[in-house]
């Protein structure tokens, strides 16, 4: 297929079904299991770090689920992290009022994922939903033949569009660079939509086996494996090749927790020459963490698979900053993605 021919569409309402499959059991726990909006109705004005102390919970679940309560109007927070019920929250949401809906969630009370989220809310481990039975987590299942194989393809699907717009966006960024690195590139979607929208540029994708061999069917089925190679390799172990002046991390960062993900872009970093990109693609929440709700509901789905969630763009300056990548800017793409583009200063 032709790369670099757009979709006309925009795919938003198809991807939303799957992505927030999973927001309603978080909320329900919310609702059911720790009677959050009434707690929040008798304490104006708490913070993330007080909630966290008075139900048990951990930093990384309980901000999902405040970032998710945001998106969905029923808290506003201010600038000092102190959060209150909206008029609906208070109205529909607490015990106390005569419009408390929580009786309309009580038959998804015993769902396993409304379940898994107790627990995930209280450990801050991720559940082993959608993973192989045997009770791996998402990123061991993705060592597994068969698991890696439907995972990449599911991946992969949606990466032709959203790769395809990722290039155009960043089309004018990508003039005169020469080499791309894709860090856990599965597929390499993105570093083949990347490579037909710019002839000059040629692409590495760093991934591990089996994955590895998929990326290598892929790029040579689509007649780009003389642009674009795989090497096979454990992004936190093995050295990551050198003389690129991109790398690409596309939905990677949101799979792993804050130390991993501080050590995934301290590798970028140390591999960039001044004046190198970075490019962050995937689910972004907005610097005030309000929204959007589609990338809110994603959030409890990654945060329920994996160690990560959706970070906001705030977050990700956070990341960037210390090692010297200075956030150059940040838009969406399509079916709510985006990126955020950085440039290594010194
Ligand atoms: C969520 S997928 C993203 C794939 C692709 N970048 C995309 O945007 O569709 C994360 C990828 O990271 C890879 N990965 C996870 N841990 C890895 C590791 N330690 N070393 C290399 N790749 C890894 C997985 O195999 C998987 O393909």
Known sequence: MDLTQLPASDPSVILRYRDRQYAADLIAAAILEFDLFSYLGEHPGVTLPDLCEHFGWLERPADVLMTLCRAS???????HDRSTLTVMGKEFLTAGSPWFLGPYYKPIA???KLLDYVQ?????????WQAKSDGADWHESMKDEAFANDFTNLMNCRGIAFGQKLAEALHA??????????VGGGSGIYSMTM???????????LEQSPV???ARREIQRNGLADRVKVQTGDMFVDSWPEEVDVVLLSNLLH???????NAIVRRAADILPVGGLLIIHGAIINAEKTGPLPVAEYSSLLMNITQGKCYSVAEYADMLDPVGLVVKRDAGTIGDRGYVLACKEH
């Not at 109007?73 to 600038?79: K, L």
């Not at 799979?255 to 993900?261: K, Q």
């Open 110 to 112: 015993d769902s396993p």
């Open 73 to 79: 109007g029923f808290i506003e927070t201010d600038p």
């Open 212 to 214: 590895d061999e998929i």
């Open 173 to 182: 960024d990508m003039l005169g660079r020469k080499r791309m690195l894709d």
């Open 120 to 128: 995930i809310l209280k450990t801050g481990k991720p559940a082993n």
């Open 255 to 261: 799979d792993w927790g804050r130390e991993e993900a």
């Open 195 to 205: 490579a037909a929208r710019c002839p000059e540029l040629s692409a590495v994708v």
